[in-house]
Nanobody
Framework: DVQLQAFGGGLVQAGDSLRLSCAASGFTFSDYGMGWFRQATGKEREFVAAVTWSGGSTYYSDSVKGRFTISRDNARNPLYLRMDSLKPEDTAVYFC????????????WGQGTLVTVSS
């Protein structure tokens, strides 16, 4: 079974950094693009960042561009999200997801990890 588990969240102050990790199993990690999404309380889930299967290309939402970095280790399967210069508006539950084989959308989602940024 495909399993994704995000971890590394916590309570930080504005301006701090945090690195999230996503452990993936049950599929050939290096065959799939991966992404990070987040959902704040009372808001819809939103795209944060994505990386292609090789790690050669990355994509970011405008709200995190220049502050967050997505990366992957195809040898050991984790997906990472490095978050710098955190802002209170980054507070949300963060999820990792596997891009579908067709490249359209995401077909598996992990359990999220809560990031809380205090001002």
């Amino acid at each position: 079974d495909v399993q994704l588990q995000a971890f590394g969240g916590g309570l930080v102050q504005a301006g701090d950094s945090l690195r999230l990790s996503c452990a993936a199993s049950g599929f050939t990690f290096s065959d799939y693009g991966m992404g990070w999404f987040r959902q704040a309380t009372g808001k819809e889930r939103e795209f944060v960042a994505a990386v292609t299967w090789s790690g050669g290309s990355t994509y970011y939402s405008d709200s995190v561009k220049g502050r967050f970095t997505i990366s992957r280790d195809n040898a050991r399967n984790p997906l990472y999200l490095r978050m710098d210069s955190l802002k209170p508006e980054d507070t949300a539950v963060y999820f990792c997801a596997r891009q579908s084989a067709t490249g359209w959308g995401y077909d598996y989602w992990g359990q999220g990890t809560l990031v809380t940024v205090s001002s």
